[in-house]
């Protein structure tokens, strides 16, 4: 059974850091494209930040470029994000997702097989 948690949200002012987690387990991950995704209330879900599977390849959504950073841990079954300079639009749930096909990095929702529960980010002003 496959299981992706996240881990290290929280509240955060703007300008500072955060750091969020996600642990695999049940799946290969090296043979996966993982990604971050985010949801505000009232909106539709997005992509933040995507990894191919060898951590060779990332893709960032325009907003989060030069603030986000997102990595992963093949040997420990781990995705991390980075979150510098958060600003106040930041703020949702974000969520882990894991997907497999062949190509290159996608934000398409739809390609994700797998996601997590998510963990709540508040950026306050």
């Known amino acids: 059974q496959v299981q992706l948690v996240e881990s290290g949200g929280g509240s955060v002012q703007a300008g500072g850091s955060l750091s969020l987690s996600c642990a695999a387990s049940?799946?290969?991950?090296?043979?996966?494209?993982m990604g971050w995704f985010r949801q505000a209330p009232g909106k539709e879900r997005e992509g933040v930040a995507v990894?191919?599977?060898?951590?060779?390849?990332?893709l960032y959504a325009d907003p989060v470029k030069g603030r986000f950073t997102i990595s992963r841990d093949n040997a420990k079954g781990t995705l991390r994000l980075q979150m510098n300079r958060p600003e106040p639009e930041d703020t949702a749930m974000y969520y882990c997702?894991?997907?497999?096909?062949?190509?290159?990095?996608?934000?398409?929702?739809?390609?994700?097989?797998?996601w997590g529960q998510g963990t709540q980010v508040t950026v306050s002003s």
């Open positions: 997702a894991a997907g497999r096909w062949i190509g290159t990095a996608s934000m398409n929702p739809a390609q994700y097989n797998y």
């Open positions: 990894i191919s599977p060898s951590g060779g390849s990332t």
């Open positions: 049940g799946v290969t991950v090296n043979t996966y494209f």
